[in-house]
Nanobody
């Protein structure tokens, strides 16, 4: 049974930092591309960041502009999203996602096989 469990969300002020974590089980984590997406009310799910399984190379959505960093700890089956200089437009539910074993990373949500339940990030102006 695959489980992706996010944590670390909360209410912060604009300009603050926050680190999200996603603990995976039931998958071969070290062989899985991982990603973060977000979804604000009334909007489509949006690609935030992805990290490859082979080289841990990171990719980001255009809006990130150096403010977020994705990383992974294969020993602990955990992927992180460090967010800084948060803006009120970053307010959304943030979701962790995993692709199947050996699959390349993707920026498309529909190509991810497994999803977490989401963690809410609220940024007050």
């Amino acid at each position: 049974q695959v489980q992706l469990v996010e944590s670390g969300g909360g209410l912060v002020q604009a300009g603050d930092s926050l680190r999200l974590s996603c603990k995976a089980s039931g998958i071969t984590f070290r062989r899985s591309a991982m990603a973060w997406f977000r979804q604000a009310p009334g909007k489509e799910r949006e690609f935030v960041a992805a990290i490859t399984w082979s080289t841990s190379r990171a990719y980001y959505g255009d809006f990130v502009r150096g403010r977020f960093t994705i990383s992974r700890d294969n020993a602990n089956n955990t992927v992180y999203l460090q967010m800084s200089s948060l803006k009120d437009e970053d307010t959304a539910a943030y979701y962790c996602a995993a692709r199947g074993q050996y699959a390349a990373y993707s920026t498309s949500a529909h190509e991810y096989d497994y999803w977490g339940q989401g963690t809410q990030v609220t940024v007050s102006p």
